[in-house]
Nanobody, 114 residues
Framework: VQLQASGGGLVQAGGSLRLSCAAS????????MAWYRQAPGKQREWVAT???????SYVGSVKGRFTISRDNAKNTVFLQMNYVKPEDTAVYYC?????????WGEGTQVTVSS
């Protein structure tokens, strides 16, 4: 299983960023995909989830600003981040859950400047 996250970088507060996570070695269309983040000195935090029927859920702090989506043809999950805030600064990770088994990818750093 391989999950490769990309799209992180430095962005100004109020700006946008789109993260991608390309998956291989799993049955992507049957997998629940999620994004997590970990800020310096803090525990890893769940951000958003999309399940196989495209239902989505979000942590309250990003609701209305972030959108999770998936492209089953490309085995890729996205996180569109709009109106970012300095407190969104973190390493972002994607996770796949396939028939109860979790797989994690390497993170991508997102830094929001004020």
């Amino acid at each position: 299983v391989q999950l490769q996250a990309s799209g992180g970088g430095l962005v100004q507060a109020g700006g946008s960023l789109r993260l991608s996570c390309a998956a291989s070695g799993i049955i992507f269309s049957a997998s629940t995909m999620a994004w997590y983040r970990q800020a310096p000195g803090k525990q890893r935090e769940w951000v958003a989830t999309i399940i196989s029927n495209d239902d989505t859920s979000y942590v309250g702090s990003v609701k209305g600003r972030f959108t999770i989506s998936r492209d089953n043809a490309k085995n890729t999950v996205f996180l569109q981040m709009n109106y970012v805030k300095p407190e969104d600064t973190a390493v972002y990770y994607c996770k796949a859950t396939t028939w109860g088994v979790d797989s994690w990818g390497e993170g991508t750093q997102v830094t929001v400047s004020s």
